[in-house]
């Protein structure tokens, strides 16, 4: 069974950085896609950035220029790196993996338990 764990979240001032990692867990033959996605309160979950398993990388508009997404196929491992962090980028960030195969099964997709990422002004 494949796990998605995230670390990484925390609480930065504004302006600040942080990096998050998720890691994939399990019998892992390949991922198509990993992505971030964030939840504020109140509002729903939304796409951060996503990279395919070509390295191919696509980001929400109110990140371009300060989010990294990067990923290591062979490890199964995903970062985002964020920079000029603001208070609107407080929520809790999940990973997901889309197109999971592993030796017994194909997953459509699985989301990690979240981790929250707190900016303050």
């Known amino acids: 069974q494949v796990q998605l764990v995230e670390s990484g979240g925390g609480l930065v001032q504004a302006g600040g950085s942080l990096r998050l990692s998720c890691a994939a867990s399990?019998?892992?033959?390949?991922?198509?896609?990993m992505g971030w996605y964030r939840q504020a309160p109140g509002k729903q979950r939304e796409l951060v950035a996503v990279?395919?398993?070509?390295?191919?990388?696509n980001y929400t508009d109110s990140v371009k220029g300060r989010f990294t997404v990067s990923r290591d196929i062979p490890k199964n491992t995903m970062s985002l790196q964020m920079s000029s962090l603001a208070p609107e980028d407080t929520a809790v960030y999940y990973c997901?993996?889309?197109?999971?195969?592993?030796?017994?099964?194909?997953?459509?997709?699985?989301w990690g338990q979240g981790t929250q990422v707190t900016v303050s002004s």
């Open positions: 990279i395919t398993s070509a390295g191919s990388t």
């Open positions: 399990g019998t892992i033959v390949s991922i198509n896609a």
């Open positions: 997901k993996a889309t197109g999971v195969q592993t030796l017994w099964r194909w997953t459509p997709e699985i």
